[in-house]
């Protein structure tokens, strides 16, 4: 790229920052990071999808629900995570002041057992007769079998404290992935993917290597929702989500950025190799025959229409999404269920 271009671009995602905030102001929202990252690709018109959607929302209601957006771009509302948080924190203080006060109660046990026992040998030495040293021994048996007891309760409130804790570690490792992955499709959220994208782009640009970026979209998922209901359409997604993990490799990065669009990652992978890999996933999505789990009515074939740019080096993610993006709604407007890359023919005239 020579020096106008970045310059020019470097202008235009100003513009799109500024549009993003006024955005945000118009709509009296707090401007957190979520928020913004929503708005500024509202801004950049990347998604003509995903901002119909937005814009149908305002139309309706006048504003647009966190509830909403999420649904829309893939992102969970960050109070959400902030408060689950806060209370697993919260909790695992509270666990472990308790474990404390527990290993602090069985050290002061064992200090007082000492002085018992520091006593109990001053009585023996003493001992004038077989009576007192019977004595002595009862009172010891008694103070050891109390100790014992008291180490077992000890123990046991530990070993409650260990499975509290090892509860807590575990929904935190699960608020941790909720954070990075779509909670219907198990595949990585729209923020994930921001993140993935940001550093797949960087590796190969400084490794020279091919980077394609490939989005899908559901051909009439709306008419699925409104047919045989919104459950159908969750079942249907997750088959794409599934579809689409089956041909990823460990390298590749799939993603739901949108409520019926997927993006595939795929590194070190040239455009016509990506071409082959989204038509194979186009195909073993439309072949497959769709049941509704709760009646066992058939929902008939279920196709996909695709988008596919090749990073081009120097270029921006919200370039190289507004390309894959452009490709997908090329695909859209001549018949659907294909797929269009960038130095196809069709993508250059839509």
Not at 43 to 70: F, Y
Not at 115 to 128: C, G, P
Not at 342 to 348: E, I, K, M, V, Y
Request: proline share 2%; aromatic share 4%; with cysteine.
């Amino acid at each position: 790229m020579g020096n106008v271009q970045p310059w020019a671009e470097h202008k235009e995602t100003l513009a799109h920052a500024r549009a993003a905030l006024g955005k945000i102001r118009a709509l009296d929202r707090p401007c957190d990071p979520r928020l913004y990252a929503v708005w500024f690709a509202y801004a950049t018109g990347s998604s003509l999808l995903q901002n119909a959607a937005v814009d149908r929302a305002l139309a309706g209601n006048g504003e647009i629900s966190a509830d909403e957006i999420a649904r829309i771009y893939g992102y969970a509302p960050l109070h959400l995570n902030v408060e689950a948080a806060g209370s697993l924190a919260a909790a695992v203080d509270a666990e472990i002041r308790q474990a404390t006060a527990v290993i602090d109660a069985a050290v002061g046990a064992i200090c007082a057992y000492y002085d018992h026992l520091a006593t109990a040998s001053r009585q023996l030495d003493r001992a004038a007769n077989r009576q007192a040293v019977k004595v002595t021994l009862e009172n010891l048996a008694r103070v050891t079998a109390s100790m014992q007891r008291g180490n077992e309760a000890c123990a046991a409130r530990l070993l409650a404290a260990k499975e509290t804790i090892a509860r807590l570690r575990h929904e935190t490792e699960s608020l941790r992935a909720g954070e990075l992955n779509d909670e219907l499709t198990s595949v990585a959220n729209r923020q994930s993917f921001d993140r993935e994208l940001d550093r797949c782009m960087a590796e190969a640009q400084a490794q020279g290597e091919p980077l394609c970026l490939v989005v899908m979209d559901i051909d009439h998922l709306k008419r699925i929702n409104d047919a045989s209901g919104h459950l159908a359409g969750d079942e249907v997604l997750r088959v794409v989500a599934h579809s689409l993990k089956q041909q990823a490799q460990s390298t590749d990065v799939v993603a739901r950025v949108g409520c019926d669009e997927f993006a595939v990652i795929l590194p070190n992978i040239p455009l016509r190799s990506a071409l082959t890999v989204a038509d194979h996933i186009r195909c073993r999505v439309m072949a497959t025959h769709l049941m509704k789990r709760t009646t066992g009515e058939s929902m008939g074939r279920v196709t996909l229409s695709g988008g596919i740019a090749e990073y081009r080096s120097g270029e921006s993610p919200y370039a190289l999404m507004r390309r894959a993006d452009g490709c997908l709604d090329a695909a859209k407007r001549h018949g659907r269920n294909r797929v269009i890359c960038d130095a196809d023919g069709l993508a250059g005239a839509a």
